[in-house]
């Protein structure tokens, strides 16, 4: 399990130096993700103590959202001001991720169907 952690802090170390070093708006464990996504891309698995690892960190998951709603009962004022913007912006956001992610979803099963026929 420690070779887990230790490859998932490599990653994120990675990713927060290019964010640091490139200037990017784009956080530092958003990079790293993306680059252990790549990785395990290119390996086509994974291995067990990262597997265990991750597993480890997923189990105390919900912990993670308390700060997130404290940060929103702080800004209340801000949210009630601006509820109409979020709202909207939530449901367009919403509908668009859906109408992409069905239409992924569709083009990939005629694409297995296709690959199926011939």
């Not at 709202?87 to 990939?108: E, R, V």
């Amino acid at each position: 399990m420690l070779k887990g952690i230790i490859t998932l802090l490599v990653f994120q170390f990675l990713g927060e130096s290019i964010s640091i070093l490139f200037s990017l708006i784009v956080p530092g464990s958003v990079i790293g993700m993306l680059l252990l996504l790549s990785f395990l891309i290119i390996k086509k698995s994974s291995f067990e103590s990262l597997d265990n690892a991750v597993f480890l960190h997923l189990r105390y998951l919900p912990l993670l959202f308390i700060p997130a709603a404290m940060g929103i009962i702080t800004q209340i004022e801000v949210l009630t001001k601006e509820f109409w913007a979020i709202s909207s912006s939530l449901f367009i956001g919403t509908i668009l991720a859906l109408a992409f992610s069905s239409k992924l979803m569709d083009y990939l099963i005629n694409k297995k169907e296709n690959k199926n026929e011939l």
